[in-house]
């Protein structure tokens, strides 16, 4: 009597198999991704507001000589920039500070990592984050009166 079953039953045993775990590590590596990918962008977004803070501490520092003689209001680059260094120092935050030579902005760039969780295990222990921030020195400007 002949079958209508042209190869043995036990051949197809396993395929599915192989195929969830291929569906599987595929799942495992687009949550990992997007766990990291979520942690990295949690730290530019903090690499960002310590950027803006440091660069409004040291827009505060107004070059006193120039101001009372009311020949301008600019920054004093030096001070400028050890404020701003400052409030990066106690952030526990590293990155840069320049001040434009009209001195009415100071721009900070704060540079660090974040860890990885799931990229580790394909040797990405850490992804650079970056954040800037540039602080205009303001003078004389008014607020349009309200209603």
Known sequence: MASWKSR???ADRGGVTV???????????IIGVAVDGGAKMAATERADYVAGEAARAGGQAID????????????????????????L?????????SVS????QI???VT???DTTFLSAVGIG???????ATATLLHGVTAPEGP
Not at 67 to 82: C, E, K, L, S, W
Not at 89 to 95: E, L, Q, R
């Open 107 to 109: 721009t900070v760039t």
């Open 19 to 29: 195929f969830v775990a291929i569906c599987v590590l595929g799942l495992i590596g």
């Open 64 to 87: 006193p000589a120039k101001a009372i003689t009311g020949r301008a209001i600019v920054i004093d680059p030096q001070d400028a920039t050890a404020a701003a260094r400052a409030y």
């Open 126 to 132: 850490t992804l650079p984050v970056t954040g800037q």
């Open 8 to 10: 043995p039953e036990r």
């Open 112 to 114: 660090g990592s974040s």
């Open 101 to 104: 030579g009209d001195g009415k």
């Open 89 to 97: 120092g106690s952030a526990g935050a590293s990155g840069t500070v």
